[in-house]
């Protein structure tokens, strides 16, 4: 559309006028109609409104400069109306916004379902760990925790396997590469048990003591059924006056009932670790046959479930390094440590150890 498109006007009657004008507001309309962006809108205000070149300037310089003196106030109001008619289509059509193929492209349909999102849950590992922790909780326990990669010291020597000693053997260890260097104590290692956390803990606070530690841990051993080399423990400590292995009984008797049921029964089998003296291997009463002996149980009606024990006072004597509160001749504790998979196992019914981190959702759906 240009300029040029403005015929000259001849005839200044009212009725040429109006027809002149209304032509040219026509005109105008159509082109609003066709406004749909942005641009449009800033090319619209220039053809029409435009100062120099704009139609309206344009018609305000040819028609008026034209018009016999008695047609000139005539012509000018119907020059305004158009001009007010322009502006306000102008001023509409910036409202406009983004056409409507724009707005279809970005709406949303709201009768459309919503996306499902699955909700998660705690695996069984961690809700197991949770129930242990929370049985011992109920009895004033404290929990801690500490790090995986851990000292020979806190893994092994403080908790009373001296450098060589046989007993070191059992618990096939992960070492981190590249530690000869530096000496024996400080070597770096994955833990084998959350028990370095009992030295941890009595080196950071004064008895008396009662922690509950759960943890991952590493041992350097075949996969099978039910071994993983990766699993989890709760480790226990109790350090006060007069603790008993009376006291120990009651508190794993107790928890064993609170996990399993109120009709479980504990045994203590002699057993040996070197942190605690004496030692015991605590078993239950089976609970898939309730004692009377089945395959879980080989026949035997009881399963083996955890290690205990009071704390060896060459342990105490390592505490007391640093707090000199764990005198052993002052204080004495008892100690434990059970496995998070063998219980989770028992609870749940699973018999192979590897469903627990195979991440398969058709086995982690079953325990929502
Ligand atoms: N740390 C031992 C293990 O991993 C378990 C245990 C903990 C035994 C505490 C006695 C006392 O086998």
Redesign the pocket.
């Known amino acids: 559309m240009t300029n040029d498109s403005i015929p000259d006007l001849t005839a200044f009657d009212d009725e040429s006028l109006n027809q002149a004008f209304a032509a040219l507001e026509q005109q105008a309309r159509e082109a609003a109609a066709k406004i749909n962006s942005e641009e449009d809108v800033e090319a619209f205000k220039l053809v029409w409104l435009g100062r120099k070149q704009g139609r309206l300037t344009e018609v305000s310089a040819r028609w008026l400069k034209a018009a016999p003196a008695a047609a000139k106030k005539a012509l000018g109001v119907r020059f305004n109306a158009l001009k007010a008619a322009v502006e306000e289509l102008l001023e509409s059509a910036a409202g406009t916004g983004p056409s409507d193929a724009a707005l279809k492209a970005e709406a949303i349909d709201i009768t459309l379902p919503g996306t499902r999102r699955l909700l998660g849950a705690e695996h069984l590992i961690t809700r197991t760990t949770n129930e242990i922790v929370s049985v011992f909780a109920a009895l004033g326990y404290s929990v801690g925790v500490g790090p995986q990669v851990e000292t020979d010291y806190y893994n092994f020597e403080s908790?009373n396997f001296p450098p060589g000693h046989p007993a070191r053997d059992?618990?096939d260890t992960l070492v981190i590469a590249s530690q000869e260097r530096r000496p024996l104590r400080d070597r770096l290692l994955l833990r084998?048990?959350?028990?370095p956390v009992?030295m941890r803990t009595m080196e950071s606070q004064p008895p008396p003591v009662r922690i509950v530690i759960p943890g991952r841990?590493h041992r350097n051993e075949a996969d099978d059924a039910t071994h993983s080399s990766t699993f989890y423990?709760v480790?226990?400590?109790c350090v006060d006056t007069h603790i008993t292995f009376s006291d120990l009984k009651g508190t794993l008797d107790h928890a064993m009932r609170a996990l399993f049921g109120s009709s479980v029964k504990t045994r203590f089998f002699p057993?040996f670790?070197p942190?605690?003296e004496p030692?015991?291997d605590v078993q239950i009463s089976c609970i898939f046959c309730g004692g009377k002996g089945c395959r879980k149980c080989k026949q035997s009606g009881w399963i083996e479930l955890?290690?205990?024990?009071m704390v060896d006072p060459a342990v105490f004597a390592f505490a007391a390094e640093r707090q000199p509160a764990y005198d052993p001749k002052k204080i004495s504790g008892?100690?434990?440590?059970?496995?998070v998979e063998r219980i989770a196992m028992m609870k749940y019914g699973i018999s192979e150890i590897g469903q627990f981190y195979s991440g398969d959702m058709r086995f982690l759906s079953q325990f929502v």
């Open positions: 908790m059992t618990q084998t048990h959350t028990s009992q841990v423990q480790e226990g400590l057993s670790f942190f605690t030692s015991a955890l290690g205990c024990g008892f100690a434990f440590g059970m496995g």
